[in-house]
């Protein structure tokens, strides 16, 4: 087995807990492997909600991926990898409307939604910062204008609702132009066609000379199975779904039982 030379990590589900906190064990084992390799977050979240956590893990001056792979912060830097096209966002907000299903739309470090409701409220609550309340149809025509979409949608329902508006997604015209993952059973993310975390994971690993076997990579839910396979070591988290923990080398403990920290110390152990 290669060294490891990278750990990419996802956030919720992962290295935070139920309670979505990082407890001490996960936070010691996360200084003490940034102190050997690049430790990244890999996240739906925005920049501001993985600076958040980042900031809160001592990891702030570490590269970050954002939402699943649509934006990149290298050495203080926001990069952006891609961007949702106008005519998908368009489509997206219209089937929401339809099925009743709440719609938060991300731009860089700015959160949109139309209305605070308990979705907003929730997410609000995870991230530790509150969207911006604005009209989507006035964003809807800077995307005309400017010919490029937002970084991110995320629809957030109970599990039925986006199952129905799964499917309404992979029958439209635009559906070619999306990609669309489910980061737990509630929370549906839709980003433009191609993005994906492995996506970014490579494109960081490159600039950086690192080689994909020797990449650690930990997470729990469907948006994190491109990942678990892409590198050299996939560590799934003992909650995660069965597809998740199928796509992984190895299965850790859960999110409540220090399993990302049992995951970094065996393996960062290991190449001692």
């Given amino acids: 087995m290669p060294a490891i030379q990278m750990v990419c990590s996802d956030i919720d589900g992962t290295i935070l807990n139920s309670r979505h906190q990082a407890s001490q064990r996960t936070r010691t084992a996360i200084l003490r492997a940034a102190q050997q390799v690049p430790f990244v977050l890999v996240s739906a979240r925005s920049p501001k ?29 926001l990069e952006r990898l891609a961007s ?10 219209q089937l929401c409307r339809a099925l009743g299903v709440h719609l938060s739309v991300y731009e860089g470090e700015r959160w949109f939604c139309e209305r605070f409701d308990l979705w907003a409220k929730q997410e609000a609550d995870i991230v530790g910062f509150q969207p911006e309340l604005h009209a989507f149809a006035p964003l809807a025509a800077q995307w005309r204008a400017r010919q490029a979409g937002p970084d991110k949608l995320l629809c957030m329902a109970p599990p039925a609702q986006l199952d129905q508006l799964t499917i309404w997604l992979k029958a439209c015209p635009e559906a070619n132009l999306m990609a669309i993952s489910r980061s737990k059973d509630t929370y549906l993310e839709i980003g433009a066609r191609g993005v994906s975390k492995p996506m970014a994971i490579d494109a960081l690993a ?55 920290a049992l995951a970094i110390e065996r393996y960062l152990r290991e190449e001692k």
Avoid at 84 to 93: E, I, N, P, Q, T
Avoid at 206 to 230: F, P, T, V, W
Avoid at 242 to 259: F, M, N, S, Y
């Fill in 49 to 77: 909600g993985v600076g958040a956590v980042a900031d809160m893990l001592g990891l702030s001056h570490q590269p970050m991926i954002c939402f699943s792979g649509a934006l990149l912060v290298y050495r203080g830097r």
């Fill in 84 to 93: 949702l096209d106008v005519g998908a966002s368009a489509k997206v907000v």
């Fill in 206 to 260: 490159r600039r950086m000379g690192i080689d994909r076997q020797s990449i650690l990579a930990i997470g729990d839910h469907y948006n994190d199975i491109e990942m678990l396979r892409y590198a050299g070591i996939g560590v799934a988290m003992g909650q995660a779904p069965d597809p998740v923990k199928r796509a992984a080398d190895a299965i850790t403990l859960t999110q409540d039982e220090d399993g990302a």
